[in-house]
Nanobody, 122 residues
């Protein structure tokens, strides 16, 4: 099993940057694909980005390509989401998730953090 805790959320102006972190408890983390999802006001939770267990492959939702970068550090049981050129539509609660296979849907992941709020003002 894996326990996940997000941090790094906050409030920024449009065009600004934030770096989200997700810390894990449980060595299984190092074998799992990990992902970020987000849920904006009155919206369903949506996929943002994912990275495979080795870090050799990552993929992104079209809306964040070129602005967000996902990375991980298995030695520290952590993963990150660097968010640049933020837009008001990026405002959401951001969740990290993990599981032992790839996917872009909520049901693909069994382990979730509690979320961290990101607010982008215009």
């Amino acid at each position: 099993q894996v326990q996940l805790v997000e941090s790094g959320g906050g409030s920024v102006q449009a065009g600004g940057s934030l770096r989200l972190s997700c810390g894990a408890a449980g060595r299984a983390f190092t074998r799992y694909t990990v992902a970020w999802f987000r849920q904006g006001p009155d919206k369903e939770r949506e996929f943002v980005a994912a990275i495979t267990w080795s870090g050799s492959s990552s993929y992104y939702h079209d809306s964040v390509k070129g602005r967000f970068t996902i990375s991980r550090d298995n030695a520290k049981l952590a993963m990150f989401l660097q968010m640049n050129n933020l837009r008001p539509e990026d405002t959401a609660v951001y969740y990290c998730a993990a599981d032992n296979h790839r996917g872009v849907y909520e049901d693909d992941y069994n382990y979730w953090g509690q979320g961290t709020q990101v607010t982008v003002s215009s």
